[in-house]
């Protein structure tokens, strides 16, 4: 009888010989920064999975593995060139899988550069050993020398292009793309790197990308996602490595993988009745077939179902958040518009609409809206479930997950009045390891749009309300070991079938993939049931003690997973969710102001959001302005490519890591609260003067005091003063531990920055494109600790205004770029 031969046979085969690749890298010792990496038996899987699929002249390979922030593409680079590079030194043997041409390392500030500078086998740095070079915006190499070259020159060479340079074309075909999707903010940026390597002919592209996400496109893909399943048959057969670093997926098996998410269910009569109206409404409105595009109120009703669906607290408290962060309309705002919504005039099918459905799809939308305004019913059951999870998971972190950052920053909000602490810190991404003990640091509140690392110690994260089901991936994440979603009764169902629709897909992708490469068996799918794991609890009057509380319910009855998958088209369709990239950038769901600026020399429109200032250069000095302030002549800074960031904030991220950054940002927003606070008490900003001159302040201009809360100037250039805002405002959060201190002398370092800046900024971003280090760079360069920042200036351009022209509403996905056909009825045409 034959032996059975399963996938792992394959793919970490159990008689590797001295000569395996793994055997060798591991007998020289791979470090990062110093450490060992050790890669575990999922990182030989996937590795000798893509050798696999690149041998049997598999051309597009697409990696899913749980969402976190990890270097699995860098590795994949490191890995192809590895191989490439032993076969050139060896010589015949087996044939190389690596195609012939360049290996090109695509994602948004991937950083290949600075990690291939970090790693080393045995007393090798794989920077000079791996022929690294970066890609420049125009199109050149250069390498870690500072040498230019043109691509054609290093046909065997490892390149890495960070899309916020944009896609410059190499004039040269390459060989092999590893795109690292896990970095890109939407899927624009997907299909522009995807354009990028059809462009450039390249002979294999090989994605990295969450699971749950789909290629899409014409391509067609050799699927691998590592779903709970295939973990936990791996951890099982094989076990697990101790994790160290982002370059490993070590993490991933620190805990066995569970099979499915969990539930914590609430009753809630009449908000399920609502939903249900709602839905059937919107669904209705979907199976109208009109050419037209969806009318103003009915768009409305969706957006603003959608905010309070994801709304747990505070509708007013989330609509200050809304606008502030500039992510379109409140709720106030838009059931304003659903009430004054009448569809007078609309003929045919919506005329028909307006008659049968109109009226109980904006009643129930306007009901949903006073049920949820003053007093959120669900906002006691988030604060019990902390209370139990706390209780439960000692020294575990709990990461409550919102669909969008105003949200998150309304709900931090709220906990940090109910529960003590500060909002503030509670918006800090956890530290790695265990929290300590039950204080406020031990809970988070975090948007989707906030990637954490792969962490191998427990952690908690609670997912306010289903995901929509393109977006299931978020509930199979490697930033917790354990996932549990908030749901009303009636989607508890949708949830179930939105899982078992996923696990089933990826079991369907690796079986094929698994019968093309010829790797054996795979274990059997299975299709467990969500596990409830708190209530149902009825929010709609008194119920029993938690511990009475049935584990699971079976009278799960009212189903509205039908209209749910109806409804999720549609309100994708009008409604971005929060996207699963790394980079802060979001898309706001809702259309949003823009005003044409026509650029020097050859009259090219930028589209640029009418209501957010913009960064310039005026004589020495650089600047925020409104877009309504440039003139003819104005210098503007604009980012090239997919990351739509401030120059000033990208350099001062280099100079920062990310956790101190946050300090800084948490420090600022203290001190803008404290003069806040105390223009509330005083009433009046030239009453605020009185009473900091009456401290010893020199401050003449209330003007001046105003300007300090609203972000346009950074921090009084006097210390003192922050102590007096300080001690007027009572705010312990400054005056404690020397705080107050510590933040004069960031405003200080950003100051300087921005005086460096302007006196710099043109020169220094010219010297950049030339690839020569001048004056310019070398100041910048030592303001920045010393750090090259060459590759951050050139994904900036310097813009000259020809013209400011008219406004419309757009998308801002559409902002930055010459738009296309207009067809929204909400965008009205242009004014020259």
Known sequence: MMARVTYLDCLVPPDAGPADFFERVQALRMTDRGCTVDLGPLDRATLTLLSRALSSDQRSVYLALPRGRHDLAVLI??????????????????????????????????NVTVRLAQLAIGRQNLSRALRMERIRGDGRVVDLQGKITRAVDSPSGLFYLNTALGMPSLGTSVGTVVIDRTSMANDHSWERALAWASGHDAARVVAVADLGTQPGGSRAWTQWPWSPALRADLRHTLGHRSAYGPLTSNALLA?????????????????????????????????????????????????????????????????????????????????????????????????????????????????????????????????????????????????????????????????????????????????????????????????????????????LELHLGAPSPSRTGVLFSGAADEHITVVEQSEYTWLERSADRALSGW??????????????????????????????????????????????????????????????????????????????????????????????????????????????????????????ALTPGSRLLRARGDGQSRLHDRLVMVMHDSAEVTAMDTMIGFFRQA??????????????????????????????????????????????????????????????????????????????????????????????????????LRQLKTLCSGIDVSEILEEFDLVVVRRVGGQKSMSAAALGRVPGPRGTSSSPQEAP
């Open 675 to 776: 003069i806040i606070a105390v223009h509330e008490q005083r009433g009046s900003w030239p009453d605020v003067l009185t009473a900091l001159n009456n401290l010893g302040s020199e401050v003449s201009s209330w003007q001046a005091v105003s300007k300090w809360a609203d972000g346009s100037v950074i921090a009084p250039e006097d210390p003192q003063d922050i102590h007096r805002v300080a001690l007027l405002a009572r705010d312990s959060r400054l005056t404690a531990g020397g705080t107050w201190q510590r933040l004069a002398r960031m405003a200080e370092e950003l100051r300087r920055l921005h005086r460096t800046l302007g006196h710099t900024a043109a020169a220094a971003m010219t010297e950049a494109a030339r690839g020569m280090e001048g004056p310019a």
């Open 507 to 628: 079991h369907e992708q690796i079986r094929q993939t698994a019968a093309v490469l010829r790797l054996g068996e795979v274990p059997e799918p299975t299709t467990p049931s969500l596990p409830v794991v708190y209530g149902p609890v009825d929010l709609s009057g008194p119920s029993s003690a938690p511990e009475d509380w049935p584990q699971h319910d079976s009278r799960l009855a009212l189903d509205l997973s039908a209209l749910f998958e109806d409804y999720d088209a549609p309100a994708r369709a009008i409604s971005t969710p929060a996207d699963p990239g790394r980079s802060v950038t979001t898309v706001a769901d809702d259309p949003v102001p823009a005003t044409a600026v026509f650029t020097e020399p050859e009259g090219a429109v930028l589209w640029l959001r009418s209501d957010q200032p913009v960064d310039v250069l005026i004589g020495q000095r650089y600047a925020r302005v409104p877009v309504a």
């Open 255 to 459: 805990h066995p993988p569970a099979a499915a998410p969990s539930a914590a269910v609430y009753r809630h009569k009449q908000l399920a009745e609502l939903l249900r109206t709602i839905v059937a409404g919107v669904v209705a409105a979907r199976r109208v077939r009109a050419s037209e595009s969806w009318p103003q109120p009915v768009a409305d009703a969706v957006r603003l179902l959608n905010l309070l669906w994801c709304s747990w607290g505070s509708i007013g408290r989330q609509d200050t958040w809304q606008v502030l962060m500039g992510r379109g309309s409140g709720a106030r705002a838009l059931a304003r518009s659903v009430s004054r919504g009448t569809l007078e005039g609309r003929g045919g099918p919506w005329g028909l609409f307006r008659e049968t459905q109109w009226p109980d799809l904006r009643r129930g939308v306007l009901d949903l809206y006073e049920l949820l305004y003053d007093d959120n019913p669900r906002w006691d059951l988030l604060l019990a479930l902390i209370d139990w999870a706390r209780a439960g998971r000692t020294g575990a972190p709990i990461l409550v997950r919102t669909r969008s950052r105003s949200a998150a920053a309304a709900v931090a909000g709220e906990l940090a009045d109910a529960l003590g602490g500060d909002a503030d810190s509670l918006l800090l991404a956890p530290q790695p390891g265990p929290a300590a003990g039950r204080g406020a640091g031990s809970l988070h509140v975090m948007p989707y749009t906030e990637r954490l690392a792969w962490d191998a110690s427990p952690r």
């Open 77 to 110: 680079g490191i890995y192809l060139q590895l191989i490439r590079r032993g076969a050139e030194l060896t010589g015949g043997g087996s044939p190389c899988p690596v195609p012939v041409g360049p290996v090109v390392v695509v994602g948004l500030r991937t």
